[in-house]
């Protein structure tokens, strides 16, 4: 009896073993400066591409932190579960004097992101080959400015500002009480907290004195919107707890650093 139930013991580790090991991925990367020197103690950042992409300076923690990358630069990490995730590679510099060794980068560090997520497939090696560092913020575009109140002028801290690639639409029913409604005449809200046009692509919070700073590495048109939570969609309704008011189009040259000010509630 006792041999039987060490079988059976020994059967279903196996089976939770085998879980474990199921649609688990390894990924490989080696991390360069542009003079090519390579870069240690660099982390790979994953997050899976089902949440919206990590933007520059992001609140929501990685679903997966990978490293740190060997005197080489290379990062070797394995069990990685299976899927497609948005990757971002960061070493802080200097490494002495970063203020924590893991999140978002801060202005001066060796990062490297791309928009396209990566894919991680079961049993399979993903090899990603070298990956240029550029410095973060200094050698990009950027849009700075104050945040003020509308009316008084007072500097609005705490605000959450981000960057969109498309402008807030609020949803218009005109007909939506009438007799027979016409759908033509709808306006549908592109959803602008994160999805359809309104896809994030930088978020910051002001300051004490209002003031806020985002960097960006493509040039294009933006549209700026400033809430005072996260999850804001932008919609005017009673007893919105996210109210937010915004800017834009504002448009962004290569290696330009524009200030744009303007006004909420």
């Not at 973060?136 to 575009?141: A, L």
């Not at 009480?177 to 005449?185: H, M, R, Y």
């Amino acid at each position: 009896m006792k041999q039987w139930l060490t079988l059976v013991s020994l059967c279903l580790l196996a089976t939770l073993l085998v879980g474990v090991a199921e649609g688990a991925g390894s990924l490989t990367v080696t991390f360069k400066d542009k003079n090519g020197s390579s870069l240690a103690n660099a982390y790979v950042y994953l997050r899976s591409s089902a949440n919206q992409p990590p933007m520059e300076k992001y609140f929501t923690p990685a679903d997966l932190i990978l490293g740190p990358s060997g005197a080489n630069g290379t990062i070797n990490a394995t069990g990685i579960p299976e899927g497609n995730y948005h990757i971002r590679i960061t070493r802080r510099n200097p490494l002495g004097g970063a203020s924590r060794p893991l999140g978002p980068p801060e202005e001066g560090d060796y990062t490297w992101y791309q928009a396209r997520p990566i894919t991680i497939s079961t049993n399979q090696m993903t090899n990603l080959g070298t990956k240029v560092a550029y410095s973060f913020g200094s050698s990009q575009m950027s849009i700075s400015g104050t945040v003020t109140q509308y009316g008084s002028g007072a500097p609005l801290a705490d605000r959450y500002v981000r960057l969109q690639i498309g402008q807030c639409i609020e949803g218009s029913y005109p007909t939506w009480e009438s007799e027979d409604p016409d759908p033509s005449l709808w306006v549908e809200t592109n959803m602008c907290n994160g999805r359809s046009w309104g896809k994030k692509l930088a978020l910051q919070r002001t300051d004490a004195d209002g003031k806020y700073t985002m960097f960006l590495r493509e040039p294009g048109t933006y549209y700026i919107y400033e809430s005072t939570c996260l999850g804001d969609y932008h919609q005017e309704y009673e007893g919105n707890p996210c109210t937010g008011y915004g800017t834009g189009p504002v448009t962004i040259n290569a290696g330009e650093h524009k200030t744009v000010n303007f006004q909420g509630y």
